[in-house]
């Protein structure tokens, strides 16, 4: 019998069977998805417990061995939107999705340091002159070479224990952890002079003023066997920690994890700007662009540094801290110039823009308590700006950049 044949003779369905059938298959559908959503949930798990074993090149070959990694690349594609950066290649893609395996919230934060830091590189400084115009008259270094040393600067952080990136202690909970600090040091009990305290301070702002006149955080102090659970202790122990370290301690290896990476990958010129974006061994930058004929010159790893610290400081997704105001994170900006962390004039350039863009917006729109706090730390800004700018002759120098 024809197809043809056999159509005419069939009795068509009653519209009550037609339904239920509709509803047999809809179920059929809705069981099926729910269980390829419960089978790659399982799947994920596991890809994300490989991300926290520790070396990222055993890391990236077990997913691969495992077939975990095409498909994470691809959740990661659509979450993060990647196809919007043109010069990621397939093995950017891993990468990154190794990152995001390990800790999104430092997936996120590197994406975010290389939009603040894309950003400010093409804006003009003045009419014509950009940070990326300067870049391009380079020879070592390429604007998408710097643009990768932004989104994987944090790479090396898959190196590092979880238990101590996903930390959620707060300041006031290692200033009291602080007291051992200071009665190692002060055994008699009397309060220096230098901290400027009156005799009857309390523990509590006898640390603070210590962590100030010495320009420290908690983190840098504080031995991690105080601050992390029984169990996070148990995971850097079994790393080869003690748990005598500080967070920092534990932590600062990243900077050097992440150049090795990176150049393992064949991104030399990445690596090398990876690798100093905190530069905690104080090292010569090796990639500097000039500004003007004056041969003055800002280090692009400065200006990932200072792009890494304005996400940082304008996040709100710190347990320990929640976002700085803008007027806040300019005034730190400037203090890491002054401090010597960051060349003051990738400051000085960095900072005129935003203040530029500060003194734009209207005031009315602030209350009056922020009006008088960002009135204090623009001060420091502006002062900072000001000896910059009378001991460098910036303007002359940019003139000269757009002549």
């Given amino acids: 019998m024809s197809y043809e044949g056999f159509s005419r003779h069939k009795h068509p369905p009653e519209e009550g069977e037609s339904a239920a059938r509709e509803h047999h298959l809809s179920g059929e559908a809705e069981q099926h998805e729910a269980a390829n959503e419960s089978s790659y949930e399982g799947v994920h798990a596991r890809a994300i417990e490989i ?232 090292k010569t930058p090796e990639h500097p662009f000039a500004v003007s004929i004056l041969h003055l010159n800002v280090d692009l790893a400065d200006m990932l540094h200072i792009a890494d610290v304005t996400q940082a400081l304008q996040s709100g997704d710190r347990s320990y801290k929640g976002a700085f105001s803008p007027s806040k994170m300019m005034r730190i900006i400037a203090e890491h110039a002054q401090e010597g962390k960051v060349s003051p004039l990738a400051a000085y350039l960095w900072l005129t823009d935003d203040v530029r863009a500060y003194d734009a917006q209207p005031q009315e729109l602030l209350s009056a308590k922020q009006r008088e706090q960002d009135a204090k730390h623009l001060a420091v800004v502006r002062a900072f700006l000001a000896q910059v700018k009378e001991s460098t002759n910036t303007d002359d120098i940019l003139s000269s950049e757009k002549s």
């Fill in 51 to 282: 991300a926290g074993e520790g070396k990222y090149a055993v890391i990236l070959d077990t997913l691969r061995e495992e077939k975990l990694l095409t498909k994470e690349m691809e959740r990661v594609e659509r979450e993060y939107s990647l196809d919007d950066i043109s010069f990621l290649n397939e093995h950017d893609r891993e990468m990154f999705a190794v990152l995001d395996l390990y800790d999104p919230g430092t997936a996120r934060h590197c994406l975010e340091t290389y939009q603040i830091a894309r950003e400010k590189i093409e804006k003009e400084i003045i009419p014509g002159v950009s940070f990326a115009r300067l870049i391009e008259k380079q020879e070592d270094v390429t604007l998408d070479q710097f643009y990768r040393a932004c989104l994987f600067h944090d790479i090396g952080k898959v190196e590092v224990p979880r238990a101590v990136i996903r930390n959620h202690f707060d300041e006031g909970h290692m200033l009291e952890c602080m007291h051992h600090v200071y009665h190692t040091l002060y055994h008699d009990g009397k309060i220096p002079a230098w901290l400027g305290l009156k005799e009857d301070a309390t523990d509590t702002e006898i640390d603070s003023a210590f962590v100030k006149q010495h320009s420290l955080r908690c983190v840098q102090l504080v031995p991690s066997r105080e601050v992390l659970s029984p169990d996070e202790l148990a995971e850097i122990q079994a790393r080869g920690y003690t748990g005598e370290e500080t967070l920092m301690d534990i932590i600062k290896p990243h900077e050097t994890h992440s150049g090795e990476i990176l150049e393992r990958a064949g991104y030399l010129t990445e690596s090398r700007l990876a690798a100093l974006h905190h530069n905690y061994g104080n």
